[in-house]
T-cell receptor, first 115, second 113 residues
Framework: NAGVMQNPRHLVRRRGQEARLRCSPM?????VYWYRQLPEEGLKFMVY????????ESGMPKERFSAEFPKEGPSILRIQQVVRGDSAAYFC?????????????FGPGTRLTVL | GNSVTQMEGPVTLSEEAFLTINCTYT??????LFWYVQYPGEGLQLLLK?????DKGSNKGFEATYRKETTSFHLEKGSVQVSDSAVYFC????????????FGQGTELSVKP
């Protein structure tokens, strides 16, 4: 059973470009979470999605950031017009979403560098 | 609000030494508590968890007890190994908020032979 997959593992963008980060949850998992880890800091919650629905986006910056989890395919975190401050590691986690079992399994992360 | 505070690192120990990493939390209601470990260049792995007061989570020789009265979840291991070198994150999942995790800032552990 493959774990959570993220790609690309490393992404370099110039200021003003768009970044698209993809996350494929574990088989059978219908809940996806995105977290951002800035240098020397812990992970910060960004958004929680279920298939075709955004459940909690309280940690998402108000502008330039968006996320989706379509019925088919991976979850996408999209950052428009990137700035240097967006440089960070972005981690995706998935869970089965079953009552009493909310354990999250993390992917290896995408390390975004903005030049 | 919800928050987690961990002791600052880096922590450097000799092999077979006793490890304690302190973690305290602030939360409304009854959160679940977790310790995650991150090895260099990798994602986080769940190390142990506790879902209610006085529960003890344990795994691979690591232990932590959910102390509601002191709002703490300190991580301990009796004898560390070089392979335990990693960054350790304490986290909480607020009650009834969909399972999102609130993390501490992480504590880097370095174990020397």
């Amino acid at each position: 059973n493959a774990g959570v997959m993220q790609n690309p593992r490393h992404l370099v963008r110039r200021r003003g470009q768009e970044a698209r980060l993809r996350c494929s949850p574990m088989k059978g998992h219908s809940h996806v979470y995105w977290y951002r880890q800035l240098p020397e800091e812990g992970l910060k919650f960004m958004v929680y999605l279920q298939k075709e629905n955004i459940i909690d986006e309280s940690g998402m910056p108000k502008e330039r950031f968006s996320a989706e989890f379509p019925k088919e395919g991976p979850s996408i975190l999209r950052i428009q017009q990137v700035v240097r401050g967006d440089s960070a590691a972005y981690f995706c986690a998935s869970s089965p979403g079953l009552a009493g079992n909310n354990e999250q399994f993390f992917g290896p992360g995408t390390r975004l560098t903005v030049l | 609000g919800n928050s987690v505070t961990q002791m600052e690192g880096p922590v450097t120990l000799s092999e077979e030494a006793f490890l304690t990493i302190n973690c305290t939390y602030t939360a409304t209601g009854y959160p679940s508590l977790f310790w995650y470990v991150q090895y260099p260049g990798e994602g986080l792995q769940l190390l142990l968890k506790a879902t209610k007061a006085d529960d003890k989570g344990s795994n691979k020789g690591f232990e932590a007890t959910y102390r509601k009265e002191t709002t703490s979840f300190h991580l301990e291991k009796g004898s560390v190994q070089v392979s335990d070198s990693a960054v350790y994150f304490c986290a909480l999942s607020p009650y009834n908020q969909g399972g999102k995790l609130i993390f501490g800032q992480g504590t880097e552990l370095s174990v020397k032979p």
